[in-house]
Nanobody, 118 residues
Framework: QVQLTESGGGLVQAGGSLRLSCAAARSDVSISIRAMGWYRQAPGKQREFVATVTNGGGTFYAVPVEGRFTISRDNAENTVYLQMDSLKPEDTAVYYC??????????WGQGTQVSVSS
């Protein structure tokens, strides 16, 4: 089992920045963490991909956030970060982190609210 704990959400004005963190705790250390990433869900919309980082450090971004958001990870701490700059009101959503594991299972965080005012 893997438990994810998110932090860093909040309310910010347009143009501002926030940094999200997501720490993974494994109850079974034989499970390896592979890709880590973030999705978001705005009110009335489906959950959508935001960014992912592979265990080799490769990064991928959704078009709406590319150039404004930066994903990174600390493998020693099993933590993934999302630095969000130049935030826009349309970035308002609940942000969910996930990890993909060596047992072919994806785990999700509980979600953290990000609200951007105009």
């Amino acid at each position: 089992q893997v438990q994810l704990t998110e932090s860093g959400g909040g309310l910010v004005q347009a143009g501002g920045s926030l940094r999200l963190s997501c720490a993974a705790a494994r109850s079974d250390v034989s499970i390896s963490i592979r890709a880590m990433g973030w999705y978001r869900q705005a009110p009335g919309k489906q959950r959508e991909f935001v960014a992912t980082v592979t265990n080799g450090g490769g990064t991928f971004y959704a078009v709406p956030v590319e150039g404004r958001f930066t994903i990174s990870r600390d493998n020693a701490e099993n933590t993934v970060y999302l630095q969000m700059d130049s935030l826009k009101p349309e970035d308002t959503a609940v942000y969910y982190c996930h990890v993909d594991t060596s047992v072919q299972r994806r785990y999700w965080g509980q979600g953290t609210q990000v609200s951007v005012s105009s």
